[in-house]
């Protein structure tokens, strides 16, 4: 089952703050966060697993929270440098992993 | 290290044609997967493989598809014959501990089935 991520898009000026969100219909085992530029390939930011802390990249931060089957993902004074697509994918009891449908974020000078 | 490789960067190919692709994972990663991206369908786990074994092939899209992992260095995935359908980008991935670790992507082949 496909995570839902929200939003679809955001767009911020430099030196602002966003929150992208990721639901899953079922319990997660793992949380994964990617990052990826047009034309190249996803790159990775952080993981969080069931019972884990709260993770962070630099001024990129995102918790977990099991109960509501949600991740959230943190990113924290942006930089013209964090504009792309943030993917998030879940694993949860008896799937693969499976990719949401993206964010797309742009920061503007 | 040099990071995961792929071949080829692009692929033009003729409807009916077989196309081979080509993965050399990170020295040491136990784990290979093999994704799609589309715009339709973002991006897809094909098959995965854990030492050489593949693991999980439940989302191989049909018999057209076949992935073989032949020792740890090295894996193709086969699309015969392909279909306009099949045009993507094609990556494949590593990791040392599967879905509770980093996969590190490859920088993809772009596949285009005329």
């Known amino acids: 089952q496909q995570p839902v991520q929200s939003p679809q898009a955001v767009i911020l000026r430099e030196g602002e703050d966003a929150v992208i969100n990721c639901s899953s219909s079922?319990?997660?085992?793992?949380v994964h966060w990617y990052r990826q530029k047009h034309g190249e390939a996803p790159v990775f930011l952080m993981i969080?697993?069931?019972?884990?802390e709260q993770m962070r990249h630099e001024k990129i931060s995102a918790s977990f929270n099991e109960k509501k089957q949600q991740s959230s993902l943190y990113l924290t004074a942006s930089q013209l440098s964090y504009s792309g697509t943030y993917f998030c994918?879940?694993?949860?009891?008896?799937?693969?992993?499976?990719f949401g449908e993206g964010t797309q974020l742009t920061v503007n000078p | 290290d040099a990071g995961v490789i792929q071949s080829p960067r692009h692929e033009v190919t003729e409807m009916g044609q077989e196309v081979t692709l080509r993965c050399k994972p990170i020295?040491?990663?136990?784990?290979l997967f093999w994704y799609r991206q589309t715009m339709m369908r973002g991006l897809e786990l094909l098959i995965y493989?854990?030492?050489?074994?593949?693991?999980?092939d439940s989302g191989m899209p049909e018999d057209r598809f076949s992935a073989k992992m032949p020792n740890a260095s090295f894996s193709t995935l086969k699309i015969q014959p392909s279909e306009p359908r099949d045009s993507a980008v094609y990556f494949c991935?590593?990791?040392?501990?599967?879905?509770?670790?980093?996969?590190?992507f490859g920088p993809g082949t772009r596949l285009t089935v005329l």
């Open positions: 991935a590593s990791s040392l501990g599967g879905y509770t670790d980093t996969q590190y």
């Open positions: 079922k319990a997660l085992y793992s």
């Open positions: 969080l697993l069931k019972g884990g």
């Open positions: 994918a879940s694993h949860t009891s008896g799937s693969r992993l499976t």
């Open positions: 020295s040491g990663h136990d784990y």
């Open positions: 493989f854990n030492n050489n074994v593949p693991i999980d």
